[in-house]
């Protein structure tokens, strides 16, 4: 089964400080798909980045940036100069790719609550 | 712009008085999905369709019923609520094979 852990329920940080998220997971696929996902209090899910199991580069996307270690099955997320907008629950997910038919089922960790104080 | 809407954005029923919500989308996706998210929890799905076809999650009450009459609409059916199913609805949608799900803005339930 698969199985996604992001132990910190919540995170404050003051504005300007960098921020981290951890993200484990498990699975017995051999080929996966990882995900975040950003829920602001209006409450839509955002979607932030997609990768796949076979592609361990690191990213960067403005203030943002991921950290992929398959060998610790980890897929940690950091807010570099974080700002108020940032401000948000975090969520980790997994799921199996290529998706099999009708089966694009999103495996989400309980999410990281992020605070950041002006 | 909005890609994936959903209707109404707050939602208050009485108990055990059927109400539906409602989801369409503009991206022409195949794959449309329906989330119950409660307070402080990660999204848990109740069901999703591929194109026609209905797949509902084990775990999901009989209580809970989905329509989905074309390819851009969807609807999430709710017999006789209960004080529990309160919560936000999250309707998604993805293009088979490709993962990224779009979310809608989610409708926020009350159960009196």
């Known amino acids: 089964a698969q199985k996604v852990t992001q132990a910190q329920t919540e995170i404050s940080v003051v504005e300007k400080e960098d921020v981290t998220l951890d993200c484990v997971y498990e699975?017995?696929?051999?080929?996966?798909?990882l995900f975040w996902y950003k829920q602001p209090p209006s409450g839509e899910l955002v979607f932030l980045i997609r990768?796949?199991?076979?592609?361990?580069q690191n990213e960067i996307s403005g203030r943002y940036s991921w950290n992929f270690q398959k060998s610790t099955s980890s897929f940690n997320f950091t807010i570099t100069a974080s700002q108020v907008v940032d401000s948000a629950v975090y969520f980790c997910?997994?799921?199996?790719?290529?998706?099999?038919?009708?089966?694009?089922?999103?495996?989400f960790g309980k999410g990281n609550q992020v605070v950041v104080i002006p | 712009d909005a890609m994936v809407i959903q209707n109404p954005r707050y939602q208050v029923t009485q108990f055990g008085k059927p109400v539906t919500l409602s989801c369409s989308q503009t991206?022409?996706?195949?794959?449309m999905y329906w989330y119950q998210q409660k307070s402080s929890q990660a999204p848990k799905l109740l069901f999703h369709y591929y194109d026609k076809d209905f797949n509902n999650e084990a775990d999901t009450p009989d209580n809970f019923q989905s329509r989905r009459p074309n390819t851009s609409f969807c609807f999430l059916d709710i017999r006789s609520p209960g004080l529990g199913d309160a919560a936000m609805y999250l309707c998604?949608?993805?293009?088979?094979?490709?993962?990224?799900?779009?979310f809608g803005p989610g409708t926020r339930l009350t159960v009196t």
């Open positions: 990768r796949n199991s076979f592609d361990e």
């Open positions: 991206l022409n996706h195949n794959v």
């Open positions: 997910a997994l799921s199996e790719a290529p998706p099999s038919y009708g089966n694009n089922r999103l495996a």
């Open positions: 699975t017995r696929d051999t080929t996966y798909y």
């Open positions: 998604a949608t993805s293009r088979d094979n490709q993962g990224k799900q779009y």
